[in-house]
């Protein structure tokens, strides 16, 4: 394979992760248990990985994927303030 391709696609891999967006850029909002596998925005809050598109349960309570803000709870889904809550109460199970 072409070193050069190989390294361009390396050098806009890691490109795009430098770029973020804050979670309240556009009205825009992080929300947590709605992601599918694989379609989550960034890293968990288990602190397992920290790249998006890595999530491997649908509806993984730590996982989160932006959303229209507003719209978080109505798809079944819960805030950043919740989702820590109930990820610290299930490490003390």
Same mark, same amino acid.
């Given at each position: 394979?072409? &070193? &050069?391709?190989? +390294? %361009?696609?390396?050098?806009? +891999?890691?490109? @795009? +992760?430098?770029? /973020?967006?804050?979670?309240? *850029? %556009?009205? &825009?909002?992080?929300?947590?248990?709605?992601?599918?596998?694989?379609?989550?925005?960034?890293?968990?809050?288990? %602190? /397992?990985? @920290?790249?998006?598109?890595?999530? /491997?349960?649908?509806?993984?309570?730590?996982?989160?994927?932006?959303?229209?803000?507003?719209?978080?709870? @109505?798809?079944? %889904?819960?805030? &950043?303030?919740? *989702?820590? +809550?109930?990820?610290?109460? @299930?490490?003390?199970?």
């Amino acid at each position: 394979m072409n &070193k &050069k391709l190989i +390294a %361009g696609a390396a050098l806009a +891999a890691a490109m @795009s +992760a430098l770029i /973020t967006v804050p979670a309240h *850029a %556009g009205g &825009k909002e992080k929300c947590y248990g709605v992601a599918g596998i694989g379609q989550n925005d960034c890293a968990n809050l288990a %602190g /397992t990985h @920290s790249c998006a598109g890595q999530s /491997t349960v649908d509806k993984d309570p730590g996982e989160w994927k932006l959303v229209e803000k507003g719209s978080c709870e @109505s798809m079944g %889904g819960m805030l &950043k303030k919740e *989702a820590k +809550a109930r990820y610290k109460a @299930s490490l003390k199970k």
